[in-house]
């Protein structure tokens, strides 16, 4: 297994659990406990977080968004339930691009977005991936609670589980380095540049629910087991987030693979990458993270990265096909 790992190139942190026990945990180029930007792996935490307010009884996955956002073009037609799965049919207008240049606060980056959103009739109710929809979501669930979606990630995830090197990328210089942060970079004329924090930092603000939060593997695994067999919801919840179709089989923050019973969340941005693999029951878990990328070579990692899990699930590398 290690082989296979090293042979992907990847300079980064490699955590694999097996049946609960963890059967590789090192690093290359880092340490077991840096960390990183998760990117887009942090939606299924948002998601999780609106299960827990409809759980509650305080949201429900037929809410309408113009509920919350009657401004919204086509927010009279889209439920909770279509942002959570990418079925919103919700896109920026051509050219556009999530948040202000210079941040103000959340709420004026989600009022910003609104009115650059459109409206494609033809793609409600069908997959359309853009993090524009689960922006929506944490808007939401601070008007529904009252807190920012920061003080709500704290109180659900960093303070009940103790997690150690888990923190928004604007936290201050203290929390970031105690955090174990690695700067992002990326691969550019036969050299690694370093993506300066001041970019990075405008695209984790413009990505509020879906690209914000840096975090090691450990504290990765922590909250995927969290998720995915903690307290924090019921199995009846689980059971309507996690929900999903074709194509994408895609729900929750994950892509859910029915006949093998795993979830899969990739991330990658501002110079980093963060694969996440786990059976349904998070007993056991393949995540690989790196801050040094190469452009072209993620959907290639990606899916070497799948057949590792299928072999890890003693399943043949042609039986099944993890999604995302």
Not at 137 to 154: D, H
Not at 195 to 219: F, P, Q, T
Not at 252 to 266: M, Q, R, S, V
């Amino acid at each position: 297994m290690r082989q296979q790992v090293d042979a992907l190139g990847i300079k980064g942190s490699i955590l694999v659990i097996k049946n609960g026990k963890i059967m590789l945990n090192y690093a290359l180029g880092n340490n077991t406990d840096t960390s990183y930007l998760i990117n887009s792996v942090q939606k299924s935490m948002t998601a999780a977080i609106i299960m827990r307010l409809v759980q509650e009884g305080k949201l429900s996955l037929q809410d309408k968004l113009s509920k919350f956002y009657p401004q919204i073009s086509g927010a009279q037609k889209v439920k909770i339930k279509n942002l959570l799965a990418m079925t919103a049919g919700l896109d920026l207008k051509p050219g556009a691009k999530l948040g202000r240049k210079h941040f103000v606060s959340d709420s004026d980056n989600i009022q910003h977005d609104a009115a650059k959103t459109i409206f494609e009739p033809d793609l409600l109710n069908k997959w359309h991936y853009s993090s524009l929809n689960y922006v929506y979501l944490c808007g939401i669930m601070s008007k529904v609670t009252g807190q920012s979606y920061e003080q709500l990630f704290r109180d659900t995830y960093i303070k009940p589980l103790k997690l150690r090197q888990t923190e928004f990328l604007w936290s201050k210089p203290g929390k970031i380095i105690s955090s174990h942060l690695v700067p992002g970079m990326i691969y550019r004329q036969g050299r690694y540049d370093v993506v300066k924090h001041k970019v990075a930092l405008r695209g984790a603000r413009n990505e509020l629910g879906a690209g914000s939060i840096v975090m090691s593997n450990h504290d990765l695994a922590k909250v995927i087991r969290y998720l995915l067999s903690g307290s924090l919801l019921t199995q009846k919840s689980r059971k309507l987030l996690y929900q999903s179709g074709p194509p994408a089989y895609y729900n929750g923050g994950f892509y859910n693979n029915i006949k093998l019973k795993t979830k899969t969340a990739n991330g990658a941005g501002e110079g980093y990458y963060t694969f996440m693999r786990s059976t349904n029951n998070a007993k056991t878990i393949v995540i690989i993270q790196s801050n040094k990328t190469r452009e072209g070579e993620f959907n290639q990692l990606k899916s070497q990265i799948n057949q590792i899990m299928l072999e890890l699930l003693g399943r043949k590398a042609d039986s099944a096909n993890i999604v995302g």
